[in-house]
């Protein structure tokens, strides 16, 4: 087999709050990818970080009376025990002020801008958002206040640097509509090319250091800062040792593969980044995953409205994989979707107590109770399922085929094609569709009744069983690590050919625990 490379990044954190399930959503995203890429071999590099320069930290650093490095220390080592806590297998954790690992990428960055002709020194009068990080027209503002932040901007008139962008439009334009950088959903896509349609002005790309003190300094000019998402967006480069003594992994993994973001920085991604790219005379990164926003109680989670919704509150009582499966399977990547506790409750106990929690449960007992847990025989011996519900059209008519051949033809291949598309939900809805099969497969058959009768029949019933257990436990690794992990130990399955052989024992307490 080919060897292939596969690098997906993660937008950088602002370190100046805490990550709340909207950032958990985009790690988890990508998470789930990464660990799939990896588990079908690929050379995986997974890349998150903290975005520590700017104003919005300073001005919250200076709030809080410490000083902007101690600050972001700080964040930046919660962050990571956050990560911890989500299962999350980044393979490099990227922090903006890191003079070592970060510096030098930026400032080669900076330079290769400087050498293409493409920065000149201007005078910049017009409105800056801080939440945003960016300067903002008037006709991006609602009463005269950013959309996002619902805050006014900030009146500045500054010298600086800019960056030639409106170069750039028609190369941005092409590469959009020929898809060599492929933004998903299209209709980003289209937006993008709706925006570039009205022509890009040239962007202010430093601060005067007297302005904004916390930043990479401008190469060969202390008067100045880098503009942060300049330097932000460097960092899916300088992660990769880019400006630094070694660019090994550079030439591995870049172009990305795949960058997870979401919807409130696509024009950063998908204008300012490609742009950049293209004047520093790099790739485009193949595609620009967009995901939609999590809203809280149908209202954008605020501090002031109190509806922010933490990770932490789901994982002490739920765990980490519930709040994995939640995040994977119940929200559409590219859509808005709307977390409550009670919803999150709903749909544990349907789906992950009773479904797969029971099905494994009743198969491994029934394994146990009747064959000691030793069963073992060949695939094609397992019978065929008589009833099919929620079968789809796609399977057409099932009378006569059993579940294995249900799993190799059907469930793994469109499994395989949403997971290569970054689509994870309808993955794990085809994860679900087996889990509904096997619990069908057992209302066919009723083994526990069988068994009194005809211990040859329930035996291959088992085989089906856990064979799809099997199968379920290797499709669910990268959305449930732990629980994967579990349902693999249980089962202990090994096989050569069609003969599989089970060595099974149940657990000894419930995967997912009801909650009332
Ligand atoms: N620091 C910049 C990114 C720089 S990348 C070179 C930034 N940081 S952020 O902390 O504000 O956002 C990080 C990610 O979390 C972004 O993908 C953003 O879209 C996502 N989310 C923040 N709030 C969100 C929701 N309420 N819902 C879903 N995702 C949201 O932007």
Known sequence: MEDKKFYITT??????????????????????????????????????GADEHGEKIARTARGEGVGPQAFV?????????????????????????????????????WHSL???????????????CIGCEAFVTEKELMDGKCQLHDTPPEKVEEENYFFKLSRYTDALKRAIEEGSLRITP?????????????????VSVSRPIGVIPWGIPVPDDPTQVMYVWCDALSSYLSALGYGGSDEKNLSTFWPA??????????????????????????????????????TSGGKKMSKTIGNVLLPEDFLSEYGVDALRYYLAREVSPTEDWDL???????????????????LVSRTLKMAEQYFDGEISGDLASVPPIRTHAGATETLGELAGLNIPYLVVNDILPRYHSHMRAGEIHRAADAIWELIGHLDQFITDYEPFK????????????????????????????????????????????SSSGNIIVFSAHTPTEPLFKRKE
């Open 73 to 109: 220390n700080e964040k930046a080592a919660s962050f990571k025990e956050l990560l911890r806590k989500l299962s999350i297998s980044d393979d490099a954790f990227i922090r903006t002020s890191d003079q070592i690992t970060h510096w030098p990428g930026a400032a080669k960055l």
């Open 186 to 202: 299209k209709s980003k896509a289209n937006e993008m090319l709706a925006f570039l349609g009205e022509g890009l002005a040239d």
């Open 257 to 294: 593969d795949v960058q997870v973001l979401g919807k409130d920085i696509v024009r950063f991604h998908a204008i300012l980044w490609p742009a950049l790219l293209m004047a520093a005379g790099l790739a485009l990164p193949k595609e620009l995953l967009v995901h939609g926003f999590v």
């Open 11 to 48: 937008p950088i954190f602002y370190a100046n709050a805490r990550l709340h399930m909207g950032h958990t959503y985009t790690l988890v995203l990508a998470d789930i990818l990464a660990r799939y890429h990896r588990a079908q071999g690929d050379q995986t590099f997974f890349l998150t």
């Open 450 to 493: 069988l068994v009194k009768t005809d211990q040859e029949t329930t035996e291959k019933v088992l085989i089906g069983l856990l064979y799809g257990l099997r199968e379920i436990s290797v499709m669910l690794a990268p959305f449930l690590p732990d629980t994967a992990g579990k349902v693999a130990e249980l089962i202990g399955a």
């Open 114 to 128: 400087v050498a293409a002709g493409d920065i000149y020194k201007g005078s910049y009068k017009g409105l800056y």
């Open 340 to 358: 409550t506790r009670e919803k999150f409750k709903e749909v544990y106990n349907a789906n992950l107590a009773n479904g797969l929690g029971n």
